[in-house]
């Protein structure tokens, strides 16, 4: 198994597999196919049972996937079988509507620390967390040895800030600001773009 | 050409290509190649001359595309070269920070009304809306011809709203909360799921 090899594209599916897969486990079900899989998220079988064969044998000919132990199987290959810890920068309204998401901690992360430059929000309180002054994030984010950001600040700082984090040892950022970040090639950066899912809408629409 | 037969994943792949394109005209360049674009997106250049080529021949062997028109027929594609009307539900945190995302305009959406069921935040301004009552919601949307909503309620409302806004003749929902909607078959529902990205990154991270 070599992870260099996989496309990221089949990377980027694992999670969509993970998540249907838990809400199937929550449905009480113990078995699923790669038609059922694939039926749900409107991906073919054939791509599933592809994708899912580059980390492993995870089903039997006929008797499809044990859901449990495929949960396991992806939790592991995308290491989430552990929990994150996540620095959240920026507590305007985005950043502070992150910090009450409750979807984070049973899929793999929780915020630990959250930060704003605004000396009126420093030391107010962002959902259960108490924000921390911005300029002390390198130190700390070092001290409590986090590699994984969430950046909701405005795009004219995103990159001022990204670089700080990534002096201070992040290795993944997830940025909501609508801008293109520059980092380097070792740290992993992914965007929430509310119109690349608007515009896969209105293809549909006539 | 049959708008039926194109798998949706090639569909979601067309707001990254019009993306990065659009980027590229900001950077004052007028040709590009598959192989260009494919480097941007970590996508191969074979995978996307396979999906332009759904959808016409854009460009000539040897001489690349041509950026400007390539924008403007993905764009006629997934039929944002109009704008449309957004109604956005959820006048909390995230809708707040939603309300004033620069990003929509300019890429083919434009928010024109913003509803919470709060008493509270009914009459108050979220970003430069003032929030309706979501009471009225679907005669409203009716009225307007509205047919795209963003949702950012809490998940246990979401399903409710939702049921609304079918009902108004909402034919594309962007559901930001940590659930999933049953919607009938001729809506469109796509999510905002941090956790997918987040997990993307971690799979990397030893």
């Given at each position: 198994m070599c992870a260099a090899a996989i496309p990221d594209i089949i990377i980027g599916r694992l999670p969509l597999y993970l998540r249907a897969l838990s809400k199937m486990a929550t449905e009480d079900k113990e078995i699923t196919s790669s038609q059922e899989l694939g039926a749900r998220l409107g991906i073919s079988s054939a791509q599933i049972r592809k994708d899912l064969s580059q980390f492993g044998e995870f089903g039997k000919q006929g008797t499809g996937y044990n859901i449990v132990f495929l949960i396991d199987q992806l939790r592991r290959i995308l290491h989430v079988n552990q929990i994150w810890d996540v620095a959240l920068i920026g507590?305007?309204?985005?950043?502070?509507?992150?910090?009450?998401?409750?979807?984070?901690?049973?899929?793999?992360?929780?915020?630990?620390?959250?930060?704003?430059?605004?000396?009126?929000?420093?030391?107010?309180?962002?959902?259960?967390?108490i924000v921390r002054a911005t300029r002390n994030i390198v130190d700390e984010i070092i001290t409590k040895k986090i590699r994984v950001a969430m950046l909701a600040v405005p795009a004219s700082e995103a990159q001022g800030i990204a670089d700080q984090l990534v002096k201070a040892g992040i290795r993944a950022i997830l940025c909501y600001a609508p801008t293109s970040l520059k980092v380097p090639e070792d740290v992993r950066i992914q965007y929430i773009d509310p119109v690349l899912h608007l515009q896969r809408m209105t293809y549909y629409m006539p």
């Open positions: 507590a305007g309204d985005l950043g502070k509507a992150i910090a009450n998401y409750g979807g984070f901690l049973n899929r793999g992360f929780q915020i630990v620390a959250v930060y704003d430059n605004d000396p009126h929000k420093v030391g107010q309180p962002a959902g259960k967390y």
